[in-house]
């Protein structure tokens, strides 16, 4: 590219049709920034999606885009990658479509370490389909499908990804700007499968589920911002920190200042550390956002290709593979 492009550049002349209000606007605003900002390529940038109100995501980038079908855009990024390792691939789904019947793929896609930038939308709803309760949604959510309340036990998205095998977790909110665009350039910049969790807000069949911890009010107390190396602090002035407490093998929230030797400081590779802080959740303790884990190791499509008797080199031409006829005689 010949000069720099502007978030601009990235917004399509698509009418974007999401209701009014709803987090996936933001989330829009802030994929278009980090796009021009980490000088992404349109010719080279694809975002793939499955079915629900955050698969319309392709429309609204001028990149090339795939809205496929309901669960199975983890197994045709697979496929995008592999054919063509220079793209940038991101995968857009929910909370339906990536955990539930596109869980299989999901979980593959995140142990084999594909190069895709996976980001799932949880608002704990399936929006698109008015308001049915998702494989998220907490015990009591009340919906057309559940009129007495849920009784499901809900998946942490996070703690999936992390009993799948992946290598980057990363968590941010819908609205939080930095914290999001952060999360994301980081994404970006990872060499093999990175899963992002954003919460995200439906404000039709969902509005404010999670507003124990993104309510302005209550932010300082019921978030922590993780950043490696630094010390795992939050609350007003920095004055709480998680400490590991050796009796109880948990985690304990401590006065910072007073116990400031006992704080923890975040190590992203660690993936008991990662286990522990994708746990908490309020009003106990604060949600972790941020990359709360992170451990290179090497890509499927490079191992593919390293193993790949034909590297990149094409060894026909489809259409001659498609008219190709093999017969059978059967007596």
Same mark, same amino acid.
């Given at each position: 590219?010949?000069?720099?492009?502007?978030?601009?550049?990235?917004?399509?002349?698509?009418?974007?049709?999401?209701?009014?209000?709803?987090?996936?606007?933001?989330?829009?605003?802030?994929?278009?920034?980090?796009?021009?900002?980490?000088?992404?390529?349109?010719?080279?940038?694809?975002?793939?999606?499955?079915?629900?109100?955050?698969?319309?995501?392709?429309?609204?980038?001028?990149?090339?885009?795939?809205?496929?079908?309901?669960?199975?855009?983890?197994?045709?990024?697979?496929?995008?990658?592999?054919?063509?390792?220079?793209?940038?691939?991101?995968?857009?789904?929910?909370? !339906?479509?990536?955990? @539930?019947? #596109?869980?299989?793929?999901?979980?593959?896609? +995140? =142990?084999?370490? %594909?190069?895709?930038?996976?980001?799932?939308?949880?608002?704990?709803?399936?929006?698109?389909?008015?308001?049915?309760?998702?494989?998220?949604?907490?015990?009591?959510?009340?919906?057309?499908?559940?009129?007495?309340?849920?009784?499901?036990?809900?998946?942490?998205?996070?703690?999936?990804?992390?009993?799948?095998?992946?290598?980057?977790?990363?968590?941010?909110?819908?609205?939080?700007?930095?914290?999001?665009?952060?999360?994301?350039?980081?994404?970006?910049?990872?060499?093999?499968?990175?899963?992002?969790?954003?919460?995200?807000?439906?404000?039709?069949?969902?509005?404010?589920?999670?507003?124990?911890?993104?309510?302005?009010?209550?932010?300082?107390?019921?978030?922590?911002?993780?950043?490696?190396?630094?010390?795992?602090?939050? !609350?007003?002035?920095? @004055?709480? #920190?998680?400490?590991?407490?050796?009796?109880? +093998? =948990?985690?304990? %929230?401590?006065?910072?200042?007073?116990?400031?030797?006992?704080?923890?400081?975040?190590?992203?590779?660690?993936?008991?550390?990662?286990?522990?802080?994708?746990?908490?959740?309020?009003?106990?303790?604060?949600?972790?956002?941020?990359?709360?884990?992170?451990?290179?190791?090497?890509?499927?499509?490079?191992?593919?290709?390293?193993?790949?008797?034909?590297?990149?080199?094409?060894?026909?031409?489809?259409?001659?593979?498609?008219?190709?006829?093999?017969?059978?005689?059967?007596?």
């Amino acid at each position: 590219m010949s000069a720099q492009l502007t978030p601009k550049d990235f917004a399509t002349e698509q009418e974007v049709r999401w209701c009014p209000g709803c987090g996936d606007y933001a989330i829009l605003k802030s994929m278009t920034r980090v796009l021009a900002d980490v000088g992404a390529d349109p010719k080279n940038t694809v975002f793939v999606s499955g079915i629900g109100c955050s698969s319309r995501f392709p429309y609204y980038i001028e990149t090339y885009g795939f809205h496929t079908i309901h669960g199975r855009a983890p197994a045709i990024a697979t496929g995008l990658k592999l054919s063509n390792p220079a793209l940038d691939i991101w995968v857009v789904t929910g909370d !339906g479509d990536g955990l @539930s019947i #596109g869980g299989n793929h999901l979980l593959h896609a +995140l =142990r084999r370490n %594909i190069g895709l930038k996976i980001l799932l939308f949880n608002n704990e709803i399936y929006g698109l389909t008015k308001g049915q309760y998702s494989p998220t949604s907490r015990p009591g959510t009340r919906s057309p499908s559940s009129p007495s309340g849920s009784f499901d036990t809900p998946v942490s998205p996070c703690l999936f990804a992390l009993g799948a095998g992946a290598r980057f977790i990363a968590r941010a909110i819908d609205v939080d700007k930095a914290g999001l665009e952060s999360v994301l350039k980081s994404s970006h910049e990872y060499d093999g499968a990175s899963f992002v969790e954003i919460f995200q807000n439906c404000i039709v069949y969902n509005d404010d589920v999670f507003k124990a911890f993104t309510a302005k009010d209550k932010a300082n107390d019921a978030q922590i911002r993780v950043e490696h190396g630094k010390p795992l602090v939050f !609350g007003q002035n920095a @004055s709480k #920190g998680l400490a590991f407490n050796a009796q109880t +093998l =948990r985690l304990e %929230i401590v006065d910072a200042e007073k116990r400031q030797q006992d704080v923890i400081r975040h190590d992203e590779t660690n993936p008991a550390l990662a286990h522990m802080l994708l746990t908490m959740m309020p009003p106990e303790f604060p949600v972790a956002l941020g990359v709360v884990y992170r451990q290179p190791a090497q890509s499927f499509e490079s191992a593919f290709y390293a193993n790949h008797p034909t590297g990149l080199k094409r060894t026909g031409r489809v259409a001659d593979a498609l008219r190709r006829t093999n017969t059978w005689v059967v007596d």
